[in-house]
């Protein structure tokens, strides 16, 4: 009967504004999370991505809702995206073996001379760039285009794989630098295996 809930464990939210409902059916989501309200127990829909179940710290803010992250170590706005990248950072961590401290969410860099941000970033254990990776919402269709972003943005960082996702799709390719080409891979693949597939690191 509660298959495919998300509940916050050992955390309800008590006071969610009712306004805030009209902003959450714009997203159209799918899976539930539970929130208790002075008016009793709310259930919003969020959108079930291509990723296992995970639990998430989930909270309500002046502007609505506010999700932890673990990485900024700080709650950040609820959006659309914003699902897509922390079910991707626990991916990474829960299920591929990347140490938490060898990953950066959100952060800034300069590309050709102008400021950027780039979505998730893994690190080898020598501090080279390992994953860059970009998420996007899931009605956000990833395009040819959207890889191009994505190298644009590795031209200042030199990792060795590109990761797309919507969180419904996941497209990941590992950079060949001496062909300027991209191979496609299957699936992401887990942390060890990506570092003995790049010797130099």
Known sequence: ?????LFVQFFFV??????????????????NVVVLSRKGILTFGMQKLNFPDFQFRIESGDNGLLIFD?????NVALTPEEWVR????????????VPQSLLASERGLLVNGMQRR???LVFSRNGKPLIIAECKAPHVTVSEDTFYQAARYNLALK???LLITNGLQHFIAKIDYQSAGLKFLEEIPD??????EVPEL
């Open 1 to 5: 009967m509660l298959k495919g809930l």
């Open 14 to 31: 008590p006071l969610l504004p009712y306004s805030i409902l009209s902003v959450l059916q714009m997203y159209a989501f799918c899976q």
């Open 70 to 74: 673990p990485v900024r170590k700080k």
């Open 86 to 97: 922390q079910h991707l950072i626990r991916y990474l961590f829960d299920v591929k073996g």
């Open 118 to 120: 780039f979505d998730v």
């Open 159 to 161: 990792a060795d794989y």
């Open 191 to 196: 942390y060890e295996q990506m570092l003995n």
